[in-house]
Nanobody, 119 residues
Framework: VQLQASGGGLVQPGGSLRLSCAAS????????MGWYRQAPGKQRELVAD???????NYAEAVKGRFTISRDDAKNTVYLQMNNLKPEDTAVYYC??????????????WGQGTQVTVSS
């Protein structure tokens, strides 16, 4: 199983980006999916997550600006980021609890995608 994240880049303050993360492999089902971020010198923190029923959870710093969604037919989770601020600059990682044949759910991380918000 692999998680492949994409969509990062350089954007001006107030701009928008959409991150995608696709899971591939012999997947039976995916439970929670989420996005985390890690800024230089800081610990990795939860940005948003979404469970298999579609319930979402957001960090206070991004509420009202970011939206997490998922497409289970594509095994993909998205993060729409609007009104970006310089403090959103970080490497963004996707994460998912994935069930493969003959095992319980395991936790997987994507490779990270850089988001830089700067004028």
């Amino acid at each position: 199983v692999q998680l492949q994240a994409s969509g990062g880049g350089l954007v001006q303050p107030g701009g928008s980006l959409r991150l995608s993360c696709a899971a591939s492999g012999n997947i039976l089902s995916i439970n929670d999916m989420g996005w985390y971020r890690q800024a230089p010198g800081k610990q990795r923190e939860l940005v948003a997550d979404i469970n298999s029923g579609g319930s979402t959870n957001y960090a206070e710093a991004v509420k009202g600006r970011f939206t997490i969604s998922r497409d289970d037919a594509k095994n993909t989770v998205y993060l729409q980021m609007n009104n970006l601020k310089p403090e959103d600059t970080a490497v963004y990682y996707c994460n998912a609890d994935i069930v493969v044949p003959l095992t319980m759910a395991r936790n997987y991380w994507g490779q990270g995608t850089q988001v830089t918000v700067s004028s």
